[in-house]
């Protein structure tokens, strides 16, 4: 049995100090003696101060200032020295035994997977109910979380392939996120999700969705202690970072594959001229005497190196 990778796990807190215990808790119990980074975001509540009383091995990192919640996550992974990073919010709990197991696996069997994320669900009069997020938003997914909302779930547990996960509680691979250029930080709150995955996108990467592991998400405590007029108002900034987002990244996204479309196109292009005209070379310089290989070949592949040439551009 293959060794479990190292890992890191990275807490961006704020006003968190009557959820942050309980994961903390959560993590010592089926994690102990692995990395966490805390960011906290110029908690008012005493969050800092619990941690450092009675988390001491937990490496805080406090901010000032509330930077907002991308900004503090690119903040957090220069204090991560592991290539996979589970990215969680202080309202998330852990109980299953196997959850880091599982979500390693299914990111460690793929270079080509940039992030993995579990099932969310709440607890509601001690029932579960799922939550909807990021992950339903490609076909299979959405049809998925529609059986199981609808009782008719077919107990479906092979990882899906989807377009988006949610931040709240993912796995992600450092080095696909550093390579896409991490958050944007302009967001300050919501938008991070499509911002980053349409990037993971254009650059080759998936996502995968565990639908046999999941995690109870309570969803938005840390803007639950604001008035109602100031929650709307984070809520409307977040949907025109969202909306900007995916506007954004769809068109850079369509922009990337009319590219590569160019690209193989005058790659064919090439293969077929050069074929042509290694052809007719051939026939004039054997019929002169000289060998056929020379002086054609390095023409036609230099026409194919020339389409192939360095990396696709970002977008």
Request: charged letters at 25%.
């Amino acid at each position: 049995m293959l060794a479990q990778p190292d890992f890191t796990t990275l807490i961006v807190t704020y006003q968190s100090a009557g959820e942050i215990a309980h994961l903390l808790d959560d993590l010592r119990r089926l994690a102990p003696g692995q990395r966490v980074v805390v960011v906290d975001n110029a908690s008012a509540d005493g969050t800092v101060e619990l941690i450092r009383s009675r988390y001491p091995e937990v490496a805080l990192v406090p901010n000032p200032d509330n930077v907002g919640y991308g900004k503090a996550v690119n903040q957090g992974m220069a204090s991560c020295p592991s290539e996979f990073v589970f990215l969680l919010n202080p309202d998330v709990r852990l109980h299953d035994p196997g959850f880091h197991h599982a979500m390693l696996a299914a990111l460690a069997a793929d270079p080509r997977v940039a992030a993995v994320g579990p099932l969310q669900v709440q607890l509601v009069r001690g029932r579960e109910h799922l939550n909807h997020t990021w992950s339903f938003w490609s076909p299979r997914t959405l049809a998925f979380f529609l059986a199981r909302s609808l009782g008719l779930d077919n107990g479906s547990s092979a990882p899906m392939p989807t377009m988006f996960l949610n931040a709240g509680c993912l796995l992600l691979r450092r080095s696909a996120f550093e390579e896409v250029g991490r958050f944007d930080e302009r967001h300050f709150l919501y938008g991070e999700e499509p911002d980053l995955f349409l990037k993971l996108r254009r650059f080759g990467y998936r996502a995968l969705l565990l639908p046999a592991t999941r995690v109870v998400h309570h969803r938005e405590r840390s803007i639950g202690h604001l008035p109602l007029r100031q929650r709307w108002k984070r809520r409307l900034g977040g949907a025109v970072n969202v909306s900007g987002a995916l506007v954004t990244g769809v068109v850079l996204l369509t922009l990337w594959r009319w590219h590569r479309r160019r690209v193989r196109s005058r790659r064919d292009r090439a293969g077929t001229s050069g074929t042509v005209t290694d052809r007719s070379q051939r026939a004039t310089v054997t019929r002169r005497g000289g060998h056929p290989s020379r002086g054609v070949s390095r023409r036609g592949t230099g026409v194919l190196r020339r389409a192939d040439a360095g990396p696709l551009p970002w977008w």
